[in-house]
């Protein structure tokens, strides 16, 4: 199966930015969709950006709008978040998924692959 390795995180201030990095590796590369998920303390996981593999169509939560960007490198495998103008809610644990299977893009009961995550925090 795929394993996903996310990285990019770190503390940042108010105001700044930070760019997360998702690589996939193994043999096979099948997912239909990608997906960043994040998890705030004694919270639960919740949909941030995610992509259509094939189409390259790119969703995002009302929350990151306007702030957040999720680019891919199909040759490499790999898919990116630019995060902009980070705020304290932004503070998570930030997390990588792909999917094969059915399901919603924003759901991630439907994502069978998850990195290890990545920590993201900003101080005001």
């Known amino acids: 199966q795929v394993q996903l390795v996310e990285s990019g995180g770190g503390l940042v201030q108010a105001g700044g930015s930070l760019r997360l990095s998702c690589t996939a590796s193994g043999r096979s590369f099948t997912a239909n969709a990608m997906a960043w998920f994040r998890r705030a303390p004694g919270k639960e996981r919740e949909f941030v950006a995610g992509?259509?593999?094939?189409?390259?169509?790119?969703y995002y939560a009302d929350s990151v709008k306007g702030r957040f960007t999720l680019t891919r490198d199909n040759a490499n495998n790999a898919m990116y978040l630019q995060m902009s103008s980070l705020t304290p809610e932004d503070t998570a644990a930030y997390y990588c998924g792909a999917r094969m299977g059915l399901g919603h893009l924003y759901n991630p009961r439907a994502y069978d692959v998850w990195g290890q995550g990545t920590q993201v925090t900003v101080s005001s």
């Open positions: 992509i259509w593999w094939s189409g390259g169509i790119v």
